[in-house]
DNA sequence: CTGTTTTGATTAACCGTTTAATCACCTAGC
DNA sequence: GCTAGGTGATTAAACGGTTAATCAAAACAG
């Protein structure tokens, strides 16, 4: 029948080998029990007539379409494409397709979007949230990437001791007067980043901590930030919470007089794609996105499948307190992946004459 | 029977009501014939027990997902972020899901990415393809997105006047001699760009196109293009086709000790995130990302309701040149749409200084 | 009052896959 | 020789929605 037309289905095969379709249908799946040659012939054939397997057909009986929803909330997030490549990667590599959907930026849309994907059967949702929101019990699996503070089922970088690398970093050059430059007070990533950084620096370093939205709120939007004059009163390192934030930075200290990195150094966050191309190139804190992705997809799946199945199981569970309502993914805890420092030209040894204004 | 457990399907409402399941599925689709009163009820006790058709099952049946791909074949492509919106949001719009597939750069990925896709069913695919790629007849409508010289079915910038554009905006600022600055020869784009730029250029114009690709070539990556000696030489403009090397140039000049924009001005491409952020801030050409997702995502879904149907239907088509074979997509041109000069602080008014050198 | 059309709804097949239930057959045990 | 058990395959019923074909009743024309 079905010769020509639509692509080859289970019922070509069984038909072109004179047996059930159930029969080819567990030999692919390896379920049943089918004779091993059989199983070789089927194969076969499979290959030589070109069959690929309909995913709305195993959706609709099995339930499971297969595909993760991948919710992007915050504006146009300079990290979406780092984000959304190792999500889709890590999906792929486990045979799930990735369904996207942005919020742009709006919480109430955050909903909207989270809501058609689930009306399409993603089976679980990958969930960068915007900054402050909290995403609540939708009835399928969630993860959430990069807001370690954020409750629930949680992976992210860890940017507490990201901020401690980069002090160290800088200490071990002899800086001693930072400035600490953050975008939003509000933020959990930049607050974690900031309080790794003060948390590292010693009794006889300074610090001052500078967020741009109250300056711009006070004054105007993209409004200088006074850099250059922190740097004549003495202060040697500044630390950015963001690449963005630090190319603000590097610029301002460098239209100011202030030469980078022979007076003072600068510093950012998350590796942005322009970031080594930049004169001089950005010393940043690098998030290891693959790594985040993988173990959020793997948690993610995981939990897909469990829900499958009870409480408990053939994976012989140990003692489950079985709270047969809330979905038990109650194991929820927060896996942090450690960040990786880049050098590059931007930060570089602190300037001898600061050891006298730090005296005086 | 489904009470519980599984969400409402039509069968839940056929049998709320007493009433047949295709009534029903008439009733929501509008196609059979249903009195008005029995399609209002239905469409209440839908709303009440919380309906939500199941995408597989109609998947199944019609052999439509409602699911588009969208192939990213450049590596981490700073545009990415807008497309990736514009795209999601203008197939939502049309009531489509949107399936990422992303090729990490690498060329022989891209088809395998593209297969992923159609393997799941998508129903078309927006292709952002690497430079020089070609994409081939997959069997399925496609449409490629920035690249207006790739042949087949194509929605892009008009990459060509925004390179006039700029050119006209820095001649009535009277500049005279220009440093185009570009990435790679072999970008479609790129070229385009700056074909538009010199075909602006009046004959008292002088222009020097350097690509940074070769020059990193003979040299080393991320070296300095010599610009502030361009500069002194007399070069008052510079061109980049590229916000990423536009930043590259503006640094370059600053450290050089070239005042921008007093001494000289710098120009970019694409409004990229950071543009508005770097101090001065970028003058560039933006892309009408909404409009040009917009314009494929509506040919896309053009051509999958079209593919359908015959040749010929309803629609009362003209005169057909009926060519069974190839998918009649062969109305298949180009579209460009205009793209926006956005002025920043990055331009200026040329330095007097300049017409003496330009006389000598 | 009869024959035809229109209207509003039903029936049943189908899309491609999975899976529990069933069955035919062969082997072994006593 | 008859039964119990195992093996390799089949049957048939879903999953949820669409749609062509059918049908009963009402509306209408003559």
Redesign the interface.
């Known amino acids: 029948m079905s010769t020509l037309r639509?692509r080859p289905n289970l019922s070509d095969i069984a038909a072109a080998l004179g047996v059930s379709v159930a029969t080819v249908s567990n030999a692919m799946s390896g379920k049943g029990r089918v004779s091993t040659e059989l199983i070789e012939k089927i194969r076969k054939t499979a290959a030589e007539i070109g069959y690929?397997p309909?995913?709305?057909?195993k959706?609709?009986r099995t339930?499971r379409?297969?595909?993760l929803g991948?919710v992007l909330a915050d504006i146009?997030?300079?990290l979406?494409?780092?984000i959304?490549?190792a999500v889709?990667?890590a999906a792929?590599n486990c045979g799930y397709?990735?369904?996207?959907?942005?919020s742009?930026g709006d919480t109430a849309t955050q909903a909207d979007a989270i809501n058609?994907?689930l009306?399409?059967?993603a089976d679980g949702l990958v969930v960068v949230p915007r900054r402050g929101t909290r995403i609540g019990d939708i009835g399928r699996p969630v993860v959430v990437i990069d807001s370690p503070s954020t409750p629930g089922n949680t992976v992210a970088a860890d940017h507490w001791n990201g901020g401690q690398q980069i002090a160290r970093h800088l200490l071990s050059h002899g800086h001693r007067r930072f400035v600490i430059i953050g975008g939003s007070s509000t933020s959990n990533v930049q607050n974690d980043r900031v309080g790794g950084i003060r948390s590292s620096l010693p009794t006889d370093a300074a610090s001052e901590v500078i967020w741009i939205e109250g300056i711009e709120q006070s004054k105007a939007k993209?409004c200088d930030l006074d850099l250059a004059a922190k740097a004549r009163q003495g202060f040697t390192a500044f630390c950015a919470v963001s690449d963005?934030h630090a190319?603000?930075a590097l610029?301002?200290l460098?239209?100011g007089g202030v030469a980078v990195p022979e007076e003072a150094s600068v510093t950012g966050f998350d590796d942005?794609?322009?970031s080594?191309?930049?004169?001089p190139?950005l010393t940043t804190m690098r998030m290891d996105m693959a790594t985040i992705a993988e173990i959020a997809i793997a948690r993610l799946i995981d939990a897909i499948e469990a829900e499958g199945r009870g409480p408990d199981d053939d994976v012989a569970s140990s003692e489950i307190h079985s709270s047969n309502i809330s979905h038990d993914i109650s194991a929820a805890d927060v896996s942090s992946v450690p960040m990786q420092l880049v050098v590059r030209q931007s930060s570089g040894r602190a300037p001898v004459h600061q050891r006298s204004i730090q005296e005086e």
């Open positions: 639509s690929i309909s995913f709305p057909g959706a609709l339930g379409s297969g595909v991948l146009v997030h300079p979406f494409p780092q959304a490549q889709e990667f792929a397709g990735v369904l996207i959907a942005d742009r058609r994907l009306e399409r059967g993209g963005l190319l603000r610029m301002e460098q239209r942005l794609i322009w080594p191309v930049v004169t190139g």
